[in-house]
């Protein structure tokens, strides 16, 4: 048997799990090798989260021979993916070099942040590296989570293996599909916006309307990727049909993370948009940033009819210190200003301040609008805030104060 060392492959700096498919199984599972980022750096980190993958793909690999001998059909050819596919994957690599060359430049900031250290460095970069660390420690902690799940498994395999067949459908029952069936499950788990809720479901019922109602673990990406060919020729814009393919990836991977399929075939089945990086907003430059905050708002006290008062000067400094949007600044509550206690690296309990991000309503029946599920979190407050405010965060004009 291959080791599974064999699967560790390497992007940049970030370590991935990856495993050629045989080629008469490419057409049944709609890809040719699966390829996982396993969100880490660390090669050993990477060495203890390889298993649990190998494991995934030799389910999968072992029901679509099953499928592959259930068929009446002569041996297929290798997959040959479509030019959408291979443009896909080049877009995706091009992708993760930038990600990657991002984030090799700011690591030196990073670390002095990490260390408890203000390094001297641009805002922008100061910004940007706070984001990127925060977004590293919620990796780490899901790769600590997934350690202890697999633990968890290496323990107790055959009872967890009776469980997981005794939840599968058996022979005669009836399918799980997309809907019901999965959205209900996933809805069932609460803290979902209506709105997000009901536009899921109609996906799911534009899926069964043109691919058929498939019970999920059925569904490959060869059926996901009709369904978006499908869309093109209705004429549907690019936008909205990867909002579409968004949602039954949502849906799938909700079923694969709860063990009903073995992985989520839809995911990177998006169009790639040429405009991308045109549209995508370009950060503020060193020059920029100075031409805003040495203006007369911030340099002489000015407060210009229009901007509102206090929110002139606070909602450029408040973005540039959280990276938050302006729409998600501007509606703060006070009560969305907290002190909270958060452990660091070795367990210690620390305070410290914290922008709650939500669209949940305050004691005066006040909600916020958020752009999705997604865009809940806490943001932490750079002390440059606290200083800036003279004092205690909540000095800082919020919401019905400014």
């Known amino acids: 048997m291959e080791q599974p060392m064999s699967y560790l492959s390497k992007r940049g700096a970030t370590y991935y799990f990856r495993r050629v498919i045989p080629d008469e199984l490419q057409p049944v599972i709609g890809r040719r090798e699966f390829m996982v980022s396993l969100r880490t750096k660390d090669k050993e980190e990477a060495k203890r989260l390889i298993p649990h993958h190998v494991i995934a793909s030799d389910k999968r690999l072992q029901e679509a021979r099953q499928a592959l001998a259930a068929a009446s059909v002569p041996k297929p050819k290798a997959y040959v993916p479509s030019r959408a596919e291979v443009e896909q994957e080049e877009a995706q690599a091009e992708h993760d070099a930038q990600a990657e060359a991002e984030l090799e430049a700011l690591e ?7 260390a408890g250290t203000v390094p001297d460095a641009p805002a922008v970069d100061l910004v940007r590296a706070g984001q990127l660390l925060a977004r590293h420690e919620r990796q780490m902690a899901a790769i600590q989570l997934e350690e202890q799940a697999n633990a968890r498994i290496a ?30 499950q ?3 788990e609460g803290n979902k916006r209506a709105k997000t809720i009901a536009m899921v479901e109609k996906t799911a019922e534009w899926f069964h309307a043109r691919v058929g109602k498939l019970p999920v673990q ?3 990406k060869a059926h996901v990727l009709d369904f978006k060919n499908k869309l093109i020729a209705e004429g549907q ?36 948009d040429p405009q991308a990086k045109k549209k995508r907003r370009k950060p503020f430059d060193l020059a920029a940033l100075k031409a805003i905050f040495g203006g007369p708002v911030h340099a002489k006290g000015d407060r210009p009819e229009g901007g509102k008062g206090e929110a002139a000067y606070w909602l450029p400094v408040l973005a540039l210190y959280t990276g938050a ?14 002190e909270m206690e958060y452990p660091d690296a070795e367990g210690e309990m620390h305070k410290g301040w914290f922008l709650n991000i939500t669209e949940d309503e305050d004691d005066e029946g006040l909600a916020n609008a958020i752009k999705n599920d997604g865009s809940e979190r806490l943001v932490p407050v750079h002390p440059k805030l606290i200083e800036l405010g003279s004092g205690p965060i909540n000095r800082i004009p919020l919401a019905s104060g400014m």
Do not use: C
């Open 108 to 114: 030196p900031i990073m670390e002095a942040i990490e």
């Open 155 to 184: 323990r107790y395999a055959p009872k967890a293996e009776a469980v997981e067949n005794s939840q599968m459908p058996k022979a005669g029952a009836a399918p799980v599909l997309l809907a019901p069936g999965i959205f209900d």
């Open 186 to 188: 996933w809805k069932a």
């Open 218 to 220: 059925d569904i490959t």
């Open 237 to 272: 814009s690019v936008a909205n049909i990867n909002v579409r393919l968004s949602h039954i990836s949502l849906l799938l991977g909700w079923a694969a993370r709860n063990a009903i399929v073995p992985d989520n075939v839809a995911k990177g089945t998006a169009i790639p």
């Open 325 to 338: 949007r302006v729409r998600e600044l501007a509606q703060l509550r006070r009560s969305d200003v907290r």
